[in-house]
């Protein structure tokens, strides 16, 4: 196992280089956080289908329970449980609109990892960076526990627990944990824990802080220990469920599963759980006792408990919604966590968007009505007072606003009609409005997928690396 050891120390060096500037060490972060026996422990597994490039290639590597799908490279690298998910990944002959350029493709694009340590990282390719078209790179990097990299090249970073980059160039940055980025490109920041920030150029810029002293009931991460919260024991409570998913062979498929949704092989579906048309269920997500109206999705990481989403819901990467009614079109962005219960219950009305690291915990009944914007943290009526808006009025929004812990600067219309057209363009990626014909997304096309196993070296000093193995069409 010495390779594997030396493979650890060669990433903290790689990656506290870049570091340097902020004067960051990763190597307390994660020496010893994976106990590397644990690495030997696991096979990693990419997923064919006629619909995804097909072009693998690993190299000094560790993969362990990790999962690939469309084109990628890892060289010097630790991957520990991470989803690396290449299906939208740009061909060659595309067209990238950028500022008025449309800039075309030479050859097709493919995920770059080196020297990186990913730990339960959630990796989706759908990049914005005109520099680097053919190139998603993840470079010197360290991600950790359910950390979302959407969209964004990131080299040389450190990226805490449940923390997200999105459609965002990273260079030399420490993102803190349950962080939130779309800024476009940012090099050199230290992002404290719980910050919300979304720019949009000279349009406008939304900042949220969370109270540090209250985000820690639900994330914290110190060096030399595990995270730990309401989070993480949230996730671990039910990871025998997922181990059941992962050792057994032969899964029974449900027989009342529409013919036009997806229920991806490992995810985790509970009993009472009613399944609509052209509902998507991702890979990791854990759906018990709730009901999937048509055209919802369940992406990577998302839990959904004892709920009802009406239909055409968009559950982004790694939220968790529980007890808790949603109308025709609610967006939950990334990492969220809403949480009601029979006492407390919540219901979010139609169209209305939780931004992204929302956390709804209630202590009392709550009605978010429709076409509302959520944001912050909301606990009570008061909070809701405090941390929503109706969508109309924060269109029409000029200026700097100040509510609570937020802050807003710009115009409200281009902020708000940004959230709108991604909700769309998922809806559409995903198969929502799939018609029997037309119209087909991620839903149908996923539907049959075959799954392939690799192994590491079980002995010596190569134990816990993969071979070098090249895997084309």
């Known amino acids: 196992m010495k390779r594997l050891s030396d493979l650890l120390e060669r990433i903290i060096q790689r990656v506290n280089i870049n570091l340097r500037e902020p004067l960051f060490d990763v190597g307390p972060y994660i020496r010893n956080l994976i106990p590397l026996p644990q690495l030997t422990k696991f096979y990693a597994f990419y997923g064919i289908t006629p619909h995804h490039p097909l072009n693998f290639h690993f190299s000094r590597s560790n993969l362990a329970g990790s999962y690939f799908l469309g084109k990628c490279h890892v060289s010097d690298a630790i991957l520990y449980k991470s989803d690396i998910r290449g299906d939208e990944l740009k061909r060659k002959g595309d067209i990238f609109q950028f500022e008025g350029f449309d800039i075309p493709l030479h050859e097709d694009e493919t995920i770059r990892i080196k020297d990186s340590f990913l730990i339960k990282t959630l990796v989706h390719n759908n990049s914005h960076d005109p520099e680097n078209l053919e190139d998603f790179i993840i470079k010197n990097t360290v991600s950790t526990h359910y950390a979302n990299i959407h969209g964004s090249d990131v080299e040389g970073c450190y990226l805490g627990p449940f923390s997200t980059v999105d459609l965002t160039t990273l260079h030399d940055c420490v993102i803190g ?23 949009g150029g000279d349009q406008f810029e939304f900042r949220y802080q969370h109270d540090p002293e209250n985000l820690k009931k639900y994330i914290r991460f110190e060096p030399g220990s595990s995270p730990q919260g309401f989070f993480i024991d949230f996730v671990e409570s039910r990871k025998d469920d997922f181990r059941r998913v992962f050792d057994v062979v032969n899964l029974e498929t449900p027989s009342s599963i529409p013919s036009g949704a997806s229920l991806n092989r490992y995810a985790v579906i509970k009993p009472k759980t009613q399944i609509g048309q052209n509902v998507l269920v991702a890979q990791r997500a854990y759906i018990e006792n709730s009901w999937m ?33 949603l109308g025709e079109k609610v967006f939950v962005g990334f990492n969220s966590f809403l949480q009601g219960n029979k006492s407390a219950a919540l219901s979010i009305g139609e169209n209305s968007i939780v931004m992204p690291h929302t956390i709804i915990d209630l202590t009392e009944p709550v009605n978010i009505p429709a076409s509302h914007l959520v944001w912050g943290f909301i606990r009570n009526r008061k909070d809701v007072k405090e941390n929503t ?24 219309e281009p902020f708000v009609k940004g959230f709108q057209h991604r909700i769309e363009h998922i809806l559409e990626a995903n198969g929502a409005y799939f018609n029997g014909m037309d119209k087909k997304g991620h839903a149908q096309s996923s539907r049959n997928i075959s799954y392939n196993l690799i192994q590491p070296y079980p002995e010596g000093d190569l134990k816990g690396l993969y071979p070098t193995i090249d895997i084309q069409l």
């Open 177 to 199: 944990e349950f962080a939130y980025l779309q800024v476009g490109e940012l090099a050199h920041h230290q992002v404290p824990a719980g910050t919300i920030w979304i720019s």
């Open 293 to 325: 109206g048509n055209g919802a999705n369940a992406q990577e990481n998302c839990y959904i408990i004892n709920s009802r989403l009406t239909g055409n819901n968009v559950t982004a990467h790694g939220a968790k919604i529980i007890g808790a009614e």
């Open 389 to 412: 808006m109706l969508l109309s009025e924060f269109t029409s929004m000029s200026g700097q606003f100040v509510r609570g812990r937020m802050n807003f600067q710009g115009s409200g």
